[in-house]
C-alpha cells in the first residue's frame, strides 16, 4: 500500500481522540445497555452473564470497525479492499507474524516457564517410578488434554482466551492505531496513547470490586490500579507490536498467551536463585531483541520503497 506521512496527515488529531474516546466508552457501556437500556432481565447463571456480553462485545466491535473505515476511507481515498491491510489482517507473512512476536513475549516469561517445566518433570517422576517412563509422558499428556476438554467446555475460559483478546485487539490496536497514525500522532506517541484508550475500558472493573465482591474502597482501587498497570505496559506493548509489524495477528497471539501465563513469575519458594536468574536472563534477551524481531522487513514486502504497512517503516 502507498502511503507516506503527507497522507497520513489528512485526519484532524481531535477528531482522531475523539473516535478513539467514543469507542473505548461504547466498549465499556454497551455490556450494562441490556439491563439499563433495554430493561432485559438479569441472567439467572454465570453463563448467561457472559453470552450476555459476549454479544455486547461483538456488537461494539463490529460499530467500531464501522465508525472507524467510515472515517479512514473518506479521508484517504483507499479502496475497499484495502481496509483489511489497514487493520492488519493480512495473509502474507501471517505463520511468521504469529510465531515470532509469540517467541519474544515468552522471553518475559522465562522464569513462569521454567517453573512449569520443573513442575511436569516432578509429574513425569512421580508417575513413573522416580524417573521420566512413558507411563510418566502418558499421564502428563492425558492431563492436558483433560485440561484442553475442560477449558474448550469452559465459559469463563472463551472469554479470556478467545472473546475478550480478539474484541480487544480490534478494536484497541485495529481500529484505533491507524485513526491515531493517520491524525498525525508519531508513531512512538502512540504507543504510549493508545493505553488509555485501553485502560479506560477496565474502569467498570472498579465497580464491579467495591460494589459486587464487597471490598472496600481502598482494596477496590488498589486492585484495580494494579490491573490499570499491567493493562497499560501490556497495550504500549500490542500497540508497538501492531505498528512495527502491521499484523493484527502479533499483538492478538501476545494477548492470548499473556492471559494464559498471567503475571510473570519473578521469585518461586521452588529453586527461587535459578527462577529468579531465568526471568533476569530473559528479561535481557527481551530488551535486546525487542526491535531486531520486529523490524518492519521480516513482515512486509518491500513496495513503493516502502517496507511496512502503512508508511511509517522510517520509525526506528
Known sequence: MKADAADAEMVSKSVAVIACTAMSVLYVGILYSPTL?????????????????????AVSSLVSL??????????????????????????????RSMVLPLLL??????????????????????HGNGGISVDGINYA?????????????????????????????LVFRACMIPLLLCGGFKAYHVVFLSPIFFSL?????????????????LRAS??????????VIFGSYGSFLFIRTGHLIAPLAAHIFC???GLPLIYSNRKGLIISLTFVAGAVGFAGLLFPLT???????????CRCWHGYCSWK
Open 222 to 231: 488498589l486492585a484495580v490500579g494494579l490491573q490499570l498497570g499491567y493493562t
Open 201 to 217: 475500558a477496565h474502569l467498570n472493573h472498579f465497580l464491579e470490586f467495591y460494589s459486587q465482591k464487597n471490598h472496600s474502597l
Open 295 to 305: 523490524s518492519p522487513d521480516l513482515y512486509n514486502f518491500r513496495t513503493y520503497d
Open 259 to 261: 492471559n494464559f501465563m
Open 105 to 126: 513475549t515468552s522471553l518475559m516469561y522465562a522464569g513462569s516457564l521454567l517453573c512449569k517445566f520443573l513442575l511436569l518433570l516432578d509429574s513425569w517422576r512421580e
Open 66 to 95: 464501522f465508525m472507524s473505515s467510515l472515517i479512514l476511507l473518506h479521508v484517504q481515498n483507499w479502496k475497499l479492499s484495502y481496509i483489511f491491510d489497514i487493520y492488519g489482517v493480512r495473509v502474507d507473512h501471517f505463520w
Open 37 to 57: 437500556i433495554f430493561r432485559l432481565p438479569q441472567p439467572t447463571s454465570f453463563k448467561q452473564f457472559l453470552i450476555r456480553r459476549f454479544i455486547c462485545a
Open 141 to 169: 499428556m492425558q492431563k492436558f488434554l483433560d485440561w484442553m476438554l475442560s477449558v474448550a467446555s469452559n465459559v469463563a475460559a472463551w472469554r479470556t482466551y478467545v472473546v475478550a483478546p480478539i474484541t480487544e485487539e
